[in-house]
């Protein structure tokens, strides 16, 4: 499966596809690493970036010190649970690395479930396209 990282600082994700195998969304604050994953306004920095993916790309949140959680949601809304879906490792707690791993094409939102932090703009917007789709 392929593997992707970024994080919030990628103001443009430039992906790079090598058939099938591995691409890497860019990323100013760390280029190799996953995705901080906190509440923009509490640190006082600028939302997270709206992201493209393609079918079976996976993305990993890692958070340290503050008690968060990642579910994947289909829904923008932050208090809507019909719509969150749990991802491995995206349990609410102090520390933590999820993965979130795309399966079908559509707008997907992946957002912390814990008190307010969503509607903080703890939420990341994921555009997924299907591999066989024409790319664009
Ligand atoms: C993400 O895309 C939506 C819909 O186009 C837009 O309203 C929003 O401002 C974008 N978010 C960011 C952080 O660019
Ligand atoms: C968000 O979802 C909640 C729970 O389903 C619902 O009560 C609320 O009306 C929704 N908000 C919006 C703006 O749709
Ligand atoms: C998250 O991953 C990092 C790097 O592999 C590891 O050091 C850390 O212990 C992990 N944290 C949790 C809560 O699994």
Redesign the pocket.
């Known amino acids: 499966m392929a593997m992707m990282q970024g994080s919030f600082r990628a103001v443009a994700l430039t992906v790079t596809l090598i058939a099938g195998l591995v691409y890497v969304a860019q990323s100013t604050a760390d280029p190799s690493g996953p995705i901080h994953w906190y509440i923009p306004k509490a640190v006082n920095k600028p939302p997270y970036a709206n992201g493209t993916a393609m079918v079976g790309d996976s993305v990993m949140y890692t958070w340290k010190g503050f008690f968060h959680g990642v579910v994947l949601s289909t829904?923008s809304?932050?208090?809507?649970?019909?719509?969150h879906m749990q991802v491995p490792g995206g349990m609410d707690a102090t520390a933590g690395n999820a993965t979130v791993t795309f399966k079908e094409p559509g707008t997907f939102y992946v957002l912390c479930p814990v008190g307010q932090h969503c509607s903080e703009g703890q939420i990341q917007r994921w555009d997924v396209t299907s591999p066989l789709s024409a790319e664009g």
């Open positions: 829904s809304n932050c208090t809507d649970k019909a719509a």
